[in-house]
């Protein structure tokens, strides 16, 4: 690697590239207060300087495995934290089978479709499935809710949280001790407390708000969900120049999956679609750009076969591709064979 | 919020007098551009980007809600715009949203500007009676608008009400109508609208209709591209509900289905079942294409078939796929099932246009003076 690759600003890198320091072995035996009078700068500006290419060529500190490669884990170490994690349940039995479980967290999911398909519905789901207490099978956590276009509204998700509260109920009809306890806190007004909600109205909040998430978080740790719907309105109305926002893009998607990896939590992108001429005609696609598409980790797109409502798993690195049907109820979203009433387990 | 100042944001003097250097002032510059191009134009050290960034990100973010707190304030100032068609508002949970772009297509003459001018009405109406007690703005594009009409709605609905001294002439009073005859006065109206919304106690914006305006568009031989005055009319008008917590109601055209328009995804691939090609049968899809769609929050959809008109809750957040079948009398639209016929599937987004009268026939009957006026 060589020094105008260095993370510096412009005039010490000039500075340093003048003075003859050109590979990064030349400043590896220096001391700062002569790099400082070398180049005429401030001591700790020279620190700075030193600091960046030691960060560069040395390895950090931590856990270092078998000392091959700093930072790295093994295989079976991810396996075991893998197996532990719980998912977030989508309400659809079908839909959390073919995702192997429900959402998984420390991944960005991207969902999209066409108007009306339900991915709101969706995205209120999660943010109510993600609430569910631990002893019953969820995580336990809030959610933050990020609505650029204006579709959240509170009513339906009232209604939505008190259809998952009724299932929990029915399905958990055990009267003893240490579901009492939890009994108390599945209440509606507490779902929707634990929902954190923020309206965007532009591309810019929408970079300030993900940009400050990181702040965010770490006040709230009992995060477990960012849902953003949708992530597509304003950069395809404002933005003149394209290549520009394929950038910008980059950066907002590289941020959210460090977020989610950092605190642990799930990221939900939904999508809106367009369409793209392939193959001599037009398909429907989801919209941001090919360059786009490759940024989430896993990827459903919402989609009507027929007369139902389907969702296709398209991309995901550890399960197949398939579909299921799903309903939007009253209560939410639900499986196609969930209108019958679960026997009760005396 | 993304015209914020750095200045006033709070960054120490000498890292905004960098950014201010740099042609750099509003929130909106700052983070268009990723970090390492805002290193190398500022020529400051990355850390102190990456600060100045968290900085006025924090600064420019919205403050959050929690959703028990956007329920109770729903609660507390009503949050719709009743239609006194109670199926409808069953449906719709209260009526039409405050805050929202709620969309009416269908083919000419089904009722789309009967169903306007009923709710322009409505909203004037003192809150006694059910209505919002405010003003209302009228954009008519296609000179639709009839205040004749308006009135007789007025009077058949609510005869108690208009027959008293006045009160017509009230109501009318508070009903502004323009008249934009082209796309940079719409826009124009509309920025103008910014502040008289808040000030004057508006509180309904009517466009009849939205399609005309692209039309005005393609006249003038613009193409159509990202960059069209009319897309950012558009966005401007759903930020404008946004802000002012106003319901806003948009008529749209039809316009031709063709074969090419069922789109399918590429894992789909090119399927020729029964459904599509009765879907095709209708022939007609709603004008201004899919990204429009994606932005309106509600969509009704007025379209006949089978002999009798139906208005279908297309796309909304809290409501069933339902069609509810109407008719248009001198006291405006009347619903005449309220519970509403369940739409399976896909057929909810369907606009069908067969077998049925059109409007303007029927009109001749009603060309007589209101009662007041004789």
Redesign the interface.
């Known amino acids: 690697m060589e020094i105008s690759n260095l993370?510096?600003?412009?005039?010490i890198r000039s500075k340093l590239l003048s003075k003859g320091y050109t590979s990064l072995s030349s400043l590896s035996s220096i001391s700062p207060s002569f790099l400082a009078q070398e180049l005429s700068v401030k001591l700790e500006?020279a620190v700075?300087v030193l600091r960046a290419v030691s960060d560069t060529t040395t390895s950090k500190s931590a856990h270092i495995p078998y000392g091959i490669i700093p930072g790295a884990v093994t295989a079976w170490d991810m396996l075991s934290e893998e197996q532990m994690q719980r998912h977030i349940s989508t309400g659809c039995e079908d839909l959390d089978a073919i995702l192997g479980g429900g959402i998984h967290c420390k991944e960005v999911t991207e969902v999209g479709g066409?108007?009306?398909i339900g991915k709101?519905?969706l995205g209120i789901q999660l943010?109510v499935n993600v609430q569910i207490p631990v002893e019953y099978g969820g995580l336990g956590g809030k959610a933050?809710?990020i609505d650029t276009?204006?579709?959240?509204?509170?009513?339906?998700?009232?209604?939505i949280a008190e259809g998952c509260i009724y299932d929990i109920l029915d399905k958990f009809p055990s009267n003893s001790r240490e579901f009492l306890s939890c009994k108390e806190r599945l209440q509606v007004?507490n779902?929707?407390?634990?929902?954190?909600?923020?309206?965007?109205?532009?591309?810019?909040?929408q970079?300030?708000?993900?940009?400050?998430l990181?702040?965010?978080l770490t006040e709230h740790g009992d995060v477990k969900l960012v849902i953003i719907d949708?992530v597509?309105?304003h950069f395809?109305?404002?933005f003149?120049d394209l290549a520009?926002r394929t950038?910008?893009l980059g950066?907002l998607s590289l941020r959210l999956m460090k977020l989610s990896k950092m605190f642990n939590l799930a990221v939900v992108l939904l999508n809106?679609?367009?369409?793209k001429f392939?193959d001599g005609?037009?398909?429907?696609?989801l919209a941001l750009g090919d360059s786009w598409s490759h940024s989430c980790t896993n990827r459903i797109?919402l989609?009507?076969n027929?007369?139902?409502r389907c969702a296709?798993i398209?991309k995901s690195p550890s399960v197949p591709?398939a579909s299921a049907p799903y309903l939007?109820t009253?209560k939410g979203i639900r499986g196609i064979n969930s209108n019958f009433k679960r026997a009760r387990i005396m | 919020m993304a015209n914020k100042l750095i200045n006033q944001m709070g960054l120490p003097p000498s890292l905004s007098h960098v950014f201010s250097a740099r042609n750099i002032l509003t929130a909106k510059d700052a983070l268009s551009l990723p970090e390492i191009d805002l290193m190398a134009l500022l020529d400051i050290d990355i850390d102190l980007v990456r600060a100045a960034v968290a900085r006025i990100s924090e600064a420019t973010c919205p403050p959050f809600q929690t959703g028990l707190a956007l329920l109770e304030e729903k609660m507390k100032s009503g949050g719709h715009l009743s239609t006194f068609l109670p199926g409808l508002d069953i449906a719709l949970c209260g009526g039409i949203p405050f805050g929202a772009l709620t969309e009416l297509v269908g083919p000419s003459g089904i009722g789309k500007t009967q169903f306007c001018l009923k709710l322009a009405l409505l909203a004037a109406l003192p809150e006694c009676y059910g209505g919002l007690n405010g003003q209302v703005i009228y954009i008519d594009t296609e000179s639709k608008f009839s205040s004749r009409r308006m009135i007789e709605i007025g009077e058949g609905s609510f005869p108690q009400i208009f027959r008293l001294q006045g009160l017509a002439q009230k109501m009318a009073g508070r009903i502004i109508v323009t008249r934009p005859t082209s796309i940079s006065e719409f826009n124009d109206s509309l920025q103008q609208m910014k502040l008289t919304l808040l000030q004057n106690e508006v509180k309904l914006l009517i466009v009849d209709s939205i399609a005309a305006l692209v039309s005005w568009d393609n006249e003038k031989g613009i193409i159509s591209s990202r960059q069209s005055p009319v897309r950012g009319s558009l966005s401007f008008l759903k930020s404008i509900a946004e802000f002012s917590q106003v319901p806003v109601v948009v008529t749209n055209q039809v316009r031709s289905h063709s074969n090419d328009d069922t789109f399918h995804y590429i894992f789909q691939g090119h399927r020729k079942d029964t459904s599509n090609s009765e879907r095709s049968e209708s022939h007609l899809t709603a004008a201004l294409g899919i990204q429009w769609a994606h932005a309106v929050t509600i969509r009704l959809i007025f379209e006949a078939h089978s002999g009798h008109r139906f208005i279908k809750v297309a796309k909304s957040p809290i409501s069933p796929p339902v069609a509810f079948p109407f008719v248009v009398e001198s006291s405006g639209i009347t619903l005449l099932n309220q519970e509403g016929i369940s739409v399976a599937g896909s057929e909810i987004n369907a606009i069908r246009c067969q077998g049925w009268k059109s409007f303007s026939g029927i009109i001749q009957q009603w060309n007589q003076l209101p009662s007041f006026m004789q």
């Open positions: 993370p510096i600003s412009p005039s500006e700075e066409v108007p009306g709101t519905q943010a933050v809710y276009e204006g579709s959240f509204m509170a009513e339906r998700a009232y209604q007004n779902f929707l407390a634990g929902i954190f909600y923020f309206r965007i109205c532009s591309y810019t909040e970079i300030a708000v993900i940009n400050y990181e702040n965010f949708s597509t309105f395809r109305q404002d003149d520009q950038r910008v950066g809106q679609v367009t369409t392939t005609s037009f398909q429907l696609t797109i989609h009507w027929g007369n139902e296709y398209e591709s939007v009253g």
